[in-house]
Nanobody, 123 residues
Framework: QVQLVESGGGLVQAGGSLRLSCAAS????????IGWFRQTSGEAREFVAA????????YYADSVKGRFTISRDNANNTVFLQMNSLKPEDTAVYSC????????????????WGRGTQVTVSS
């Protein structure tokens, strides 16, 4: 079973950039679509971006379109989320997961969630 580990979070000023990584610590996911979600305290997980196994299909939430870029390196079992022009409202714990079935923008469609990495954007 695939186990995912996120990294790359941190504290950044508004307008800055961060690059998150989602790596498989156990198993591989080159045959799976991967999604990124974010969550703030007391709120439900919010869809951010998703990428198909071959990277030929990509989805973004409207709130991050044009600022975030999702990509993957299947040879190294890693999916990236490049986040530019960060805003305070992007502050959240960002998690990745393996798409199982269903709508790409719903958290219930995903399994094998990582623990997440904290992103904090100061104003």
């Amino acid at each position: 079973q695939v186990q995912l580990v996120e990294s790359g979070g941190g504290l950044v000023q508004a307008g800055g950039s961060l690059r998150l990584s989602c790596a498989a610590s156990v198993g591989t996911f080159e045959k799976s679509a991967i999604g990124w979600f974010r969550q703030t305290s007391g709120e439900a997980r919010e869809f951010v971006a998703a990428i198909s196994k071959g990277a030929d299909t990509i989805y973004y939430a409207d709130s991050v379109k044009g600022r975030f870029t999702i990509s993957r390196d299947n040879a190294n079992n890693t999916v990236f989320l490049q986040m530019n022009s960060l805003k305070p409202e992007d502050t959240a714990v960002y998690s990745c997961a393996v798409w199982k079935r269903g709508d790409y923008d719903r958290s219930v469609s995903y399994v094998n969630w990582g623990r997440g990495t904290q992103v904090t954007v100061s104003s």
